[in-house]
């Protein structure tokens, strides 16, 4: 069964600084890794898609990396914001066809103006 | 374009009540799925459908059943609520090649 483990759990940053959020999984075995944002009561917002085959998406200020072989993601945050301040949210796709996410418990990030 | 979107919002039941989850999509996606989001478990699949007519179980399907009778509804039933259901729950839906699009969330507290 795949297992998805998100460090930190929860993480405090100053307004401008840059920061890496982590993410691994066990299985290598995947179709792709999102990146999610969760605001307080809210659904998840999809940030980035990394297919299989790719080494690395960008959008902005973020930018997400894969290393499939390794099992393991980075969420690269440059010149943080205090709107910035979500749950990040890790999913690996299964290769059964339908498409199931596994995902991790999330990175609670606090931007401190 | 609404997107995904749950139905209701909140609901409070009682132990041993019934209800029925609404989730509908209008980007004509064949790929539906019900989450369940509990604190420090993350989000864990319920049931899943790859098109109309189909249905298949995730993780945590006991307690639960679900229908797709058309392509656009996902419908999640608890036919006997306990409180261990009490959670957060989500829909989403994808077209199998890429991102899954949520919805905003159904709050159930079951007593």
């Known amino acids: 069964k795949q297992e998805v483990t998100q460090i930190p759990a929860a993480l405090s940053v100053p307004e401008g600084e840059n920061l890496v959020l982590n993410c691994s999984f066990t299985?290598?075995?995947?179709?792709?890794l999102q990146w999610f944002r969760q605001d307080p009561g809210k659904g998840l917002t999809s940030l980035l898609l990394?297919?299989?085959?790719?080494r690395e998406q960008t959008s902005g200020r973020l930018n997400a990396s894969l290393d499939k072989s390794s099992g393991r993601s980075t969420l690269y945050i440059a010149a943080s914001q205090p709107g910035d301040s979500a749950t990040y949210l890790c999913?690996?796709?299964?290769?059964?066809?339908?498409?199931?996410?596994?995902f991790g418990t999330g990175t609670r990030l606090t931007v401190i103006p | 374009n609404a997107g995904v979107t749950q139905t209701p919002k909140f609901r409070v039941l009682k132990t041993g009540q019934s209800m029925t989850l609404l989730c509908a999509q209008d980007m004509n996606h064949e790929y539906m799925y019900w989450y369940r989001q509990d604190p420090g478990m993350g989000l864990r699949l319920i049931h899943y459908?790859?098109?109309?007519?189909?249905?298949a179980k995730g993780e945590v399907p006991d307690g639960y059943n679900v229908s797709r009778l058309k392509k656009q509804n996902f419908l999640l039933g608890l036919e006997s609520a306990a409180p261990s259901q009490t959670s957060v729950y989500f829909c989403?839906?994808?077209?199998?090649?890429?991102?899954?699009?949520f919805g905003p969330g159904t709050r159930l507290t079951v007593l």
């Open positions: 299985d290598s075995a995947i179709y792709n």
């Open positions: 990394i297919q299989s085959s790719q």
């Open positions: 989403a839906s994808t077209s199998g090649k890429g991102t899954q699009y």
């Open positions: 999913a690996v796709t299964d290769q059964t066809g339908a498409n199931n996410l596994f």
């Open positions: 459908s790859v098109g109309e007519g189909t249905t």
